[in-house]
């Protein structure tokens, strides 16, 4: 089902119907209407003394989304972003107040973390910093899904630093910024950009300057305290320009890094397989959308992201969209479609339909 703009109705029943979702009832998903999760229903009608109540047909649709998101959080202002996110008809100013709500509270349980670990004996900037290298420690071994994600083999005295850089950065902290200069290869180790450095199978290599030199700007934009000093100050029409650049940069990015890791047989081949590990986590909508903001306040780093999404809406995603209809073709349609390409297309273009059929992307 599209989100298209239709006038076709469903009743609650049908709608539960449509999920057969396990502990989903008429009462979960009133309490979900009252979040600001799901459309209001409608008075359409009567059966016999009892008022008929019905949603637009899309309603269907975005209670198996809502569905899917909740598998990962519960947190109804992450929901509210993540739907908001995927194109559903959420207030607006109701987005914006679950963007800086999630912001703030990520950003004072940080601080309340470092707060509890500070040395009363250090003076406060030492302090501080010691405090914040015992979080990032206790994040570095975490382990499961809730851990930050691995992109390569790194030392773990090494993971740790980079996590406490990363950290400082988010936080806002000048420090972090200052140790760029030894700790930047670290960072970029961490979040998997060090393969952009070098050609991986065919892949040529596209990041180039000193390493962390890209981030030492980060704390002017894409700080806690800048985000959420953005958003707070964004109307609708920013949050909205700021979702489609958003969206536009998430799924092309991620589906870049699809392609070039299937024809080059290797994984995160360009350096930006975070963007296909974060494309399916409701938080990337809050972060994402806040950043966007953000940058779009500076007019050079404006123009900057502007360049690279209209790139990927010209050349990316028509070439994701062509390889998605390949994977539609009947078998033998396919097997066609294929002989007529060199044998090294062939094979990178079967790893990247084998990775669509594997995935829910």
Do not use: C
Not at 29 to 51: H, M, S
Not at 213 to 228: C, K, M, N, T
Not at 268 to 274: E, Q
Not at 302 to 322: E, G
């Amino acid at each position: 089902m599209s989100l298209t703009e239709s006038t076709e109705r469903v009743s609650t029943a049908a709608l539960l119907a449509a999920v057969d979702g396990p502990g989903v009832t008429a009462r979960t998903l009133e309490y979900w209407r009252q979040q600001g999760l799901l459309p209001k229903a409608e008075r359409t009608g009567q059966a016999g003394r009892r008022p008929e109540w019905t949603y637009l047909a899309t309603a269907v649709e975005q209670l198996r989304e809502l569905l899917r998101l909740r598998a990962q959080t519960r947190q109804p202002d992450v929901l509210r972003v993540a739907l908001w996110f995927r194109g559903f008809e959420i207030d607006p100013e109701h987005v914006r107040e679950s963007l800086v709500s999630t912001l703030r509270r990520f950003h004072v349980q940080i601080l309340k973390e470092i707060e509890r670990r500070r040395d009363p004996a250090l003076p406060n900037v030492e302090a501080q910093w010691a405090a914040l290298e015992q979080v990032a420690r206790t994040l570095a071994r975490k382990r499961g899904a809730h851990a930050p994600p691995r992109f390569g083999r790194q030392r773990q005295e090494e993971r740790d630093r980079a996590i406490t850089v990363l950290l400082g950065l988010v936080l806002g902290f000048p420090e972090a910024a200052a140790r760029l200069g030894d700790d930047g290869p670290l960072v970029e180790r961490l979040m998997g950009l060090d393969r952009a450095r070098r050609p991986q199978g065919g892949v040529g290599s596209w990041l180039t300057g000193a390493p962390g030199e890209g981030l030492d700007g980060f704390v002017a934009f894409g700080s806690l305290p800048a985000l959420i000093a953005a958003v707070e100050a964004a109307d609708a029409g920013e949050l909205l320009a700021a979702r489609e650049l958003a969206r536009t940069a998430l799924v092309g990015i991620a589906a870049f890094s699809r392609m070039a890791d299937a024809f080059a047989l290797t994984d995160n081949a360009n350096g930006l397989g975070a963007w296909r590990t974060i494309a399916s986590d409701p938080m990337a909508a809050v972060w994402l959308t806040a950043l966007v903001v953000s940058i779009r306040r500076n007019k050079s780093y404006s123009d900057n992201l502007r360049a690279i999404v209209d790139a990927v809406d010209q050349t990316v995603l028509p070439a994701d969209m062509q390889a998605r209809s390949l994977a539609d073709l009947t078998p033998e349609d396919l097997k066609r479609n294929l002989e007529r390409l060199p044998f090294l297309q062939q094979a990178g273009l079967k790893r990247l339909l084998a990775d669509y059929q594997n995935t829910a992307d």
